[in-house]
């Protein structure tokens, strides 16, 4: 029997059996309530804050902790439902304090800084979490009590079925019942509302934000912290929980609109039951099905599902990014002069190692530097570039790999491959703005990702392919470090032409007003699509270098990680500097380098590190010095340019 | 004026280099390369990611350590000393680590990875560096097969030989219809051809009613049971572990999907697996696990019990593996009576054997896999605890790759 005929015949086997399709239906609906409850605490604290709250997932995860901590207690006193209820109450309670207590003590120091840099402190707390769980809970994994008077199961139409998972049904409209009262019925709810519409206008109207940012995000935590301890019945509470949930999470609020609890209703439904019978049609679609579901809602419905253009879009807003381009001065150019020196004497003074590490810098410093000229200059927020990065490496090894062609080819493909990849990609994703603009960069990205991971006959699969070495004359790692600082070298200089070219102004002009830009002429659109595919390019070519300099190539260099990492280094050096990038990748690397060897703790270090910078200098590391230096009155060029970006 | 403007402009240069010189600075610092006393190794594992496999793993290394530098060292009495780093748990961060650990550390050789890719990322370091390298925990078939390499040996079972001691351990059995259910990622998808390939020539008229490759860490319990239950099999081969594993379990239990049916399950009698399943732990599977509490003979029990001393926790199988490597890197040492790489290589290739707590263990030259076996038996619950009973240790000699496989496979 042919595969395809396998699969015909299991899926008529399927389809015969009308009692199984409802029951896997219900099982679709269970999960969407899990899906739904979590999505809504996303959806609004982003309708009010405007935060990319990455740490959402590590709510979650806090849930199921203080879930199966806090229940067995409880059960102990009474084996009773109301005991466990309370149990899950406690816990999601628990989980909105502590929302209340990263709103007071890190985001309120931070909200009139760029949004994104908002972003940056919450995947600091990620981390922190991440390694606060494993040191407080252990490394195994804690499976919570079944729970009482739901323990078995029932039967419909001769098949078995949780009766834990009919309660989970019926939470999910209860939840969003309960969501609808208190949006529609309370003042808090209201200006709840008001803020997702048009967050300028109620603060003009002399609402008390803080307060109100405080409220949504003891909302949100707490609605995530209920999901995780609303699981512990079902799943095992484990320390890689949070990472699980994020993505998904993100696709069913963007699916449904962000800021849209509705939405995400109709978006959990959706995705939980698409992959109840996707997989009884294709068993390994499991990767990529949301993803493919997220890029097709949002290249036709660009403001998701039941989500509506944001209000105050037409309004010139101060632009994030880079506002004055200053040209080099003396200083500047010394700057420049000195950081040349000791990158070409570095193979001289530090060892093998070093120098190993200044490659993957240099590498990552291409890709960081080629992301702020779609963030900062563009205005493009992508939260997948590191497809760009990957299709480079991927080109070039497999180039070297399975056609055995040599290393200086391969180089030239890489970019080559990764810009037509970003024009195809940038294509859909210069038509939307803003936050779906940047889940499209993460669904295309994704998408590369689980070719990449699935595809093993071409990629090797998840194993990825070794023997992706240099050339000969570059194997040596002297030689291939003054290739990649050139390589790199010559990269970086040609975009901040680029940035200083009429087509960065053209950029910008885009950015800060896309109306008025159009009206004078521009032809908004391409510039942005050629913006895109440039800087995919040259990420590509990151991508190619630092495949050579591994020897290997696998999907984590396409993974989500990945292209945190780039955005981490990218805000860390500060989106309003052109070098800032550079320096951002350079530090963070280090950081993490030095780190790592220290200690098994070495995320709790390396997420307060990042959070530390993210107060301290709140512009970015370079953003940071430069705004000190005019704090100081050394630059009054300086000084009146950031008088004129809010403070 | 000029004054201000020259400190002016003094500052900006030295706020513009300050982050690259300070990187710069940090990685110029010349490591120590005294050429001490001490026979280095470098071992790299996921110690934060997978810590609940590789801390215990750690843990039982440092016991060999100790017990083997308090007995005189190696190599005439130097002191062995394992210098432990968290490989990132990514190709990309392991390739680094391992590149300090020969530069900086400069170890002798390298060990460990857990995950498969990770471990063959640095299997070709090793290859291209011209270093040994031990891969101690990934299963990965490539290791020893297509991307093996000279300068790379494998010690725990791979998957293809945890995989065929199942299916013989099932084989009497008779079952014909079975499903697949595995994580969607390299040990999964290789854990159910082996098993495709194997049980067919185990039981020739078998058939493979259907699979299920959910996402690892995110499977969907609910819908993934209904699937397999709806193809009504006689067995289930089951690959999940971790969180997969216990809410997979949970949800089948609460359905009835594993009554009257055979199920074959990978790794899910390692305490690591066992002990989060707890209550829910299901009767009658036939599993690879290690049923430590049960284990009576002489110098396995006497490591079982210093380890419990030590470290006032029951051991895992990843105490066990470290333990054994521990003895491995001493006698290796020995026998080669140097830490030269080729020397190493030669004698790893020349019949070598260690003694491991579980019985001898040797490695074939062929493909550069060790024979440590691994505990087939069934699980059970005793009490509100699970665990593995009937079982048996399997010497993973009858388990090896056929030797014609190996040549067709290796590119050497």
Do not use: C
């Not at chain 1, 949301?290 to 039941?306: D, H, I, N, T, Y």
């Not at chain 2, 998808?189 to 490759?213: M, R, W, Y």
């Not at chain 2, 290739?349 to 038996?377: C, E, N, Y």
């Amino acid at each position: 029997m042919t595969a395809k005929r396998i699969v015909a015949a299991k899926r008529d086997h399927h389809l015969s059996d009308l009692s199984f399709l409802l029951v896997q239906a219900l099982n679709g609906l269970a999960s969407a309530s899990s899906l739904f409850i979590i999505a809504a605490g996303l959806t609004i604290v982003f309708g009010v804050t405007r935060i990319v709250n990455f740490a959402h997932g590590s709510f979650y995860m806090l849930g199921a902790y203080f879930g199966v901590t806090l229940i067995p207690r409880l059960l102990d006193v009474s084996s009773s439902f109301p005991m466990f209820l309370a149990g899950v109450l406690a816990a999601a309670l628990g989980v909105g304090l502590i929302g209340v207590a990263m709103e007071l003590v890190l985001l309120r120091r931070i909200y009139k800084v760029p949004e994104l840099f908002q972003l940056l402190a919450t995947f600091g707390v990620v981390l922190a979490v991440q390694d606060l769980v494993l040191k407080i809970w252990g490394p195994l994994d804690i499976l919570g009590p079944r729970a009482p008077g739901l323990r078995g199961a029932v039967d419909i139409l001769g098949h078995r079925f949780p009766s834990y998972e009919l309660f989970l049904i019926a939470m999910g409209p209860l939840v969003l019942g309960a969501l609808w009262l208190l949006m529609h019925k309370t003042r808090f709810g209201v200006l709840v509302r008001a803020a997702t519409q048009d967050r300028e206008m109620v603060g003009a109207l002399g609402v008390n934000q803080a307060l109100l940012f405080t409220g949504a995000l003891f909302l949100g935590a707490a609605l995530a912290g209920l999901g995780g301890a609303l699981q512990t019945p079902k799943l095992a509470a484990n320390p890689h929980m949070d990472i699980s949930v994020i993505a998904e999470a993100f696709v069913v609020t963007v699916v449904g609109g962000m800021g849209s609890v509705p939405g995400a209703f109709l978006a959990a439904l959706l995705i939980a039951e698409l992959q109840a019978f996707g997989i009884l049609i294709f068993p390994k679609i499991t990767l990529v099905l949301v993803f493919l579901l997220m890029a097709l809602v949002l290249v036709v419905r660009p403001w998701g599902l039941m989500g509506r253009p944001e209000a105050g879009q037409a309004r010139v807003v101060l632009p994030e990014g880079i506002v004055r381009l200053q040209r080099f001065g003396r200083a500047e150019h010394v700057a420049v002069a000195a950081a040349g020196v000791i990158l070409l004497a570095l193979p001289l003074v530090g060892d093998a190692y070093a120098i190993k590490v200044a490659i993957e810098v240099l590498a990552f410093a291409l890709a960081a530097f080629s992301l702020n000229f779609l963030i900062g200059v563009g205005g493009i927020v992508s939260f997948g570039h590191a497809a760009y990065f990957g299709l480079g490496a991927y080109a070039a090894g497999l180039m070297v790999t399975r056609l055995g062609l040599p290393m200086e080819p391969a180089l030239i493909a890489a970019p080559v491959i990764a810009g037509l990849g970003a024009a195809l990609f940038g294509f859909f994703v210069v038509r939307l703005t803003g936050i779906y603009l940047a889940m499209l960069t993460l669904a295309f990205a994704q998408i590369v990702y689980a070719v990449a991971f699935q595809w093993v006959e071409v990629t090797g699969g998840d194993n990825g392919v070794v023997g992706v070495w240099p050339s000969r004359w570059a194997g040596g790692r002297t030689t291939y470090y003054y290739l990649a600082l050139v390589v790199v070298a010559a990269a970086v200089v040609l975009l901040r032409r680029g940035i200083y070219a009429p087509f960065g102004y053209t950029l910008r002009a885009a950015r800060d007003s896309a109306v008025r830009a159009d009206a004078i002429g521009i032809d908004v659109r391409t510039h942005r699509w050629l913006a895109f595919t440039i800087a995919g390019a040259a990420a590509g070519l990151a991508g190619g270098l630092f495949a050579f300099s591994k020897g290997s190539i696998d999907p984590t260099l396409i993974s989500i990680p990945m292209s945190v990492d780039f955005l981490v280094m990218t805000l860390l050096g500060g989106v309003q500097t052109v070098v800032g990038p550079l320096v951002g990748a350079a530090a963070f690397h280090s950081i993490r380098d030095l780190l790592m060897p220290l200690t098994d703790y070495w995320r709790l270090l390396l997420g307060l590190a990042i959070i530390a910078i993210v107060l301290a200098f709140p512009r970015g590391i370079v953003g940071g010095a430069l705004l000190l230096r005019s704090r100081l009155g050394w630059d009054d060029a300086v000084a009146r340019a950031r008088a004129r970006t809010p403070a | 004026m000029y004054a201000r403007m020259q400190l002016r402009r003094t500052f900006l240069a030295t706020v513009a280099a300050a982050g690259l010189v300070a990187s710069v600075a940090g990685l110029a610092s010349a490591p120590a390369m005294a050429q001490g006393q001490p026979v280095k190794i470098g071992e790299l594992n996921s110690y934060s990611r997978f810590a609940a496999f590789a801390v215990p793993y750690r843990n039982g290394m440092q016991l060999a350590q100790e017990e083997i530098n308090a007995k005189g060292g190696v190599l005439g009495g130097r002191k062995l000393e394992i210098v432990f780093r968290d490989d990132g748990s990514t190709p990309g961060d392991a390739v680094r680590v391992a590149e300090e650990l020969l530069t900086r550390e400069n170890v002798s050789f390298l060990a460990g990875t857990f995950l498969s890719n990770v471990g063959l990322a640095v299997a070709d370091f090793a290859n291209q560096k011209k270093t040994l390298f031990i891969a101690t925990e990934p299963l990965t078939d490539a290791i020893t097969m297509g991307a093996g390499n000279r300068y790379t040996f494998r010690v725990r079972p791979s998957t293809y030989m945890q995989t065929k001691m199942l299916v013989e351990a099932v084989k009497a059995k008779g079952v014909k219809k079975w499903a697949i259910v595995a994580p969607n990622y390299e040990y999964g998808q290789s854990a159910a051809a082996n098993f495709k390939k194997l049980i067919k020539v185990a039981t020739p008229d078998a058939e493979i009613v259907g699979e299920q490759f959910p996402a690892l860490g995110k499977i969907d319990a609910g819908a993934t049971v209904a699937a397999l239950e709806s193809l009504k099999p006689d067995g289930i081969f089951n690959v999940l572990f971790g969180a997969d594993l216990t809410t997979f379990v949970r949800e089948g239990n609460t359905r009835g999907l594993f009554e009257k049916r055979t199920v074959a399950s990978l790794l899910t009698g390692e305490p690591e697996y066992l002990i989060p399943l707890g209550e829910e732990t299901p009767e009658g599977w036939i599993v690879t696990g290690y049923p430590w509490d049960q284990i009576t003979d002489a110098p396995h029990k006497a490591f079982i019990d210093a380890y419990r001393a030590k470290f006032n926790d029951t051991p895992r199988l990843g105490s066990f593996l470290g333990y054994s490597v521990g003895y491995m890197m001493r006698d290796l040492l020995e026998k080669a009576g140097s830490t030269d790489t080729e020397k190493l290589i030669a004698t790893l290739k020349g019949d070598f054997k260690f003694t491991s707590v579980a019985g001898p263990v040797a490695i074939r030259a062929l493909d550069q896999q060790s024979t440590m076996g691994a505990w087939v038996g069934e699980t059970t619950k005793q009490g509100k605890a699970g665990a593995m009973k009937n079982w048996k240790y399997e010497d993973g000699a009858k388990y090896l790759f056929p030797e014609a496989e190996v040549k067709a496979a290796r590119k050497e």
